[in-house]
T-cell receptor, first 112, second 114 residues
Framework: SQQGEEDPQALSIQEGENATMNCSYK?????LQWYRQNSGRGLVHLIL?????REKHSGRLRVTLDTSKKSSSLLITASRAADTASYFC????????????FGKGTSLLVTP | KAGVTQTPRYLIKTRGQQVTLSCSPI?????VSWYQQTPGQGLQFLFE???????NKGNFPGRFSGRQFSNSRSEMNVSTLELGDSALYLC?????????????FGQGTRLTVV
């Protein structure tokens, strides 16, 4: 079953603009990861934020986590056409082992 | 460091047949998990192996099975294929020890059942 829900489902912006995607989840988590997927290919790991962290940066990416609201956001600054892809959040809440629960993703289109 | 390698990249099978997919994790990673991605259901967890033991299993029928070898390579098997099994199958590897839970994915195997 899907744990996370990304919002919006689709986002269209121009190069240079910022893109913000949101993710909500239902149960408590150990950590939350964001992935990018280009045209049905493999998932590229972008960033991980642990349940005791509130904000994390990596290059043009900024991720926030609000465990009280069970939500996270991914901000991509100064978007480029190459950022066009689907973005997924994945939560890990397993007590034993490892199992990621994915949302349905946000489809981002960045036009030149 | 080499990434996660999945073989084959593409497969076409007939209903009723069985299929075996392979995944070689990143060197040193002992956790391998499998996911099915379809347009309708999105990304769904199949199962996870760690040191040759299945630790977690998703909500899939028994036709879906897997195993992990001593070198951490993993295979998943789908028997009696159905049209609905057509999907992108993704494998992820993770070190998952000592607070390093990032999961890294392979390029996937695109399975088409006709």
């Amino acid at each position: 079953s899907q744990q996370g829900e990304e919002d919006p489902q689709a986002l269209s912006i121009q190069e240079g603009e910022n893109a913000t995607m949101n993710c909500s989840y239902k149960t408590s988590i150990n950590n939350l990861q964001w992935y990018r997927q280009n045209s049905g290919r493999g998932l590229v790991h972008l960033i991980l934020i642990r349940s005791n962290e509130r904000e994390k940066h990596s290059g043009r990416l900024r991720v926030t986590l609000d465990t009280s609201k069970k939500s996270s956001s991914l901000l991509i600054t100064a978007s480029r056409a190459a950022d066009t892809a689907s973005y997924f959040c994945a939560t890990d809440n397993s007590n034993s082992g490892y199992a990621l629960n994915f949302g349905k993703g946000t489809s981002l289109l960045v036009t030149p | 460091k080499a990434g996660v390698t999945q073989t084959p990249r593409y497969l076409i099978k007939t209903r009723g047949q069985q299929v075996t997919l392979s995944c070689s994790p990143i060197s040193g990673h002992r956790s391998v998990s499998w996911y099915q991605q379809t347009p309708g259901q999105g990304l769904q967890f199949l199962f996870e192996y760690f040191s040759e033991t299945q630790r977690n299993k998703g909500n899939f029928p028994g036709r879906f099975s897997g195993r992990q070898f001593s070198n951490s390579r993993s295979e998943m098997n789908v028997s009696t294929l159905e049209l609905g099994d057509s999907a992108l199958y993704l494998c992820a590897s993770s070190f998952n020890v000592g607070g390093t839970p990032e999961a890294f994915f392979g390029q996937g195997t695109r399975l088409t059942v006709v």
